[in-house]
């Protein structure tokens, strides 16, 4: 059981994360002592001026040096650690039905959208929220992407294989989430790299380019000279400091220039490098992983190492926002025309793939998710795939659902492409049109879905469910339903779709509803689209015996056991005999 291993590897990481902080707080005490020692024995040289103290200086000095990083070290390892626990301790979470750690996705709302404003695709407690595991900006925008589009066949039989192998690697999932976890991402920061990549180059002028490379050795080793021979030429090495100073000064602009604008951007892609290696150096064997993989090498050099050059020139570049280190390291080195000179070099050797990089980064943290969603249900199938407009799921259910509640249903669309629904208010009409629409979009993307076993051609699907009006257009509920018709017709006119229809025309009378809705499914079965309609008015389900060669009928019922309503949500042939609503309100005192 997937909430067994996530218990497992939430055991053996915390042991790694107290291991881990007890190394740390030895290093740390050391690091003090060290410290502290070499202040001693700074004092100690000044009173004896024994030149054993200062070999003993330059010992500690270097275990210190040595304390520091293996501390950094440490840390970086603590916060990958801990990222991993907070990641198993989610899904344990999430399977417990405790909380939904995960972004819902709110930012990709669209009620026009198709599908996935009816189906609840985003916001909270949504299909976006259940799948997403995605840490960086462009992972979670990739995700929604595909939840928002159909992909060939070949392209999700390739997605599937690929899904299936990820899903089998716990361990490396996870190890690619932490890494993504460890340094947050933001939208402002893709935004501004996308922007600094297509940003025009700042060329420094070859005069200054020369003098970066001439002035600091001839000040070095005036310097240098002028402290051995006593030479008294301070003033001389003076000046050239400043005007070693002065060059640099006068290409502020264009240094700034290409710094971008975010908060240590320099640490993030680093993180991405890391990110990258860890692709780089998985062996896989599905196609669409592979390929997404050689997306990566660019003459025989990895994407992570130049996205580590890029972390550490923009780190190097940044230090110009210091004064102190301005000063000091351009009047002796013109540090920053150098560091201008390199990412100059880099930007026009990498600036038109480091987005494809990112981009490959995102796609396999959609992947991801997928493949988290087929870990932790292990009872989801990937359809198989025809080209003959045949619809067919055994025990099709909705994968939100607690699977322990999760009430299933066979349904096939091979003879009879459409099906007219009826059933009472809360018998499970809504539920069931939605488990069609969820599972076919997963299905068109290379996802499991909530079935024991699926053939599915994978079409376009168009739902008219959840329609409201819109006051900024000055649109009624009525227009703007109509509107949404209008839009599932015009689709269906250029392909065969799946369309689904949830008690239409509701803005109107009765009469004008009943004849209105009759009339829709006439025209929506003469342009050979697949689906259902579900309706309250019985009337309706009389269509299916003007053509029986392609509507049928199907059902939900609810029974009055013990003077309570009772649902089983079974799937039935023919039309709902019973009623609720009165009942129901008779039962509350509402009537």
Known sequence: MPQKSYSTFLAEHTDRFNTLSKKLRTVSIGRLVTFTTILVLIYFYFQSRQNVVLVLMAAFFVAFVFLVRLYNQLS????FVNALMEINKNEIDFLEKKVLPFADGGEFIDPTHPYSFDLDFFGPRSLFQTLNRTE????????AANLLSLKSKGSILSTQKAVAELASDLPWRQAVSAQSKVKPDSCDIHENMAKWMKSKIQHIPKFYDFASYILPV????????NIIFEAGIGEKCFYLFLINLGLVARNLKAIKMELVQSTNIDRTLKNYSQILSKIENKKFDSTALVDL?????????????????????????????????MILMNGFFMYHLHTMRNLTKWKKQNAEDVMNWIQVMGEFEALNSFANLSYNNPDFVFPELNEEHIIQFESLGHPLL????????????????????????MSGKSTFLRSLGVNMVLG??????????????????????????????????????VKRLKEVMDAADEQVTFVLLDEILRGTNSDDKRTGTVAVVKKII??????????HDLKVCD?????????????????????????????????????????????????
Do not use: W
Request: overall charge positive; some cysteine; glycine content about 4%.
């Open 402 to 425: 607690d699977r322990n509640q999760r009430v299933t249903s066979n349904v096939s669309f091979d003879k009879e492409k459409f099906i007219i629904l009826s059933g009472s208010n």
């Open 76 to 79: 970086t390892k603590k916060e």
């Open 293 to 325: 993989q050689i997306r990566l090498t660019k003459n025989k050099i990895s994407a992570s190492s130049e996205m580590n050059r890029l972390s550490q020139l923009f780190g190097q570049l940044d230090n110009i926002l210091n004064p102190a280190a």
């Open 218 to 225: 001839i000040f070095i080793g005036l310097t240098i000279y």
């Open 136 to 143: 960086t900006y462009i992972g979670k925008k990739i995700l």
């Open 526 to 535: 003469s342009k050979n689209a697949i689906g259902a309609l579900a309706t």
């Open 444 to 481: 068109g993307i290379g996802a499991p879905i909530c079935a024991s076993k699926a053939n599915i051609h994978a079409i376009p699907v168009y739902v008219s469910m959840r329609v409201s009006d819109s006051l900024n257009d000055n649109e009624s509920f009525f227009f703007a339903e």
């Open 543 to 591: 269509t299916t015996a003007e053509f029986p060669n392609q509507l049928t009928n199907k059902c939900f019922e609810v029974e009055i056991v013990d003077n309570d309503l009772h649902f089983d949500y079974t799937l039935r042939e023919g039309i709902c005999k019973n009623k609720s609503a009165t009942f129901l309100m008779k039962k509350m005192k509402v009537i």
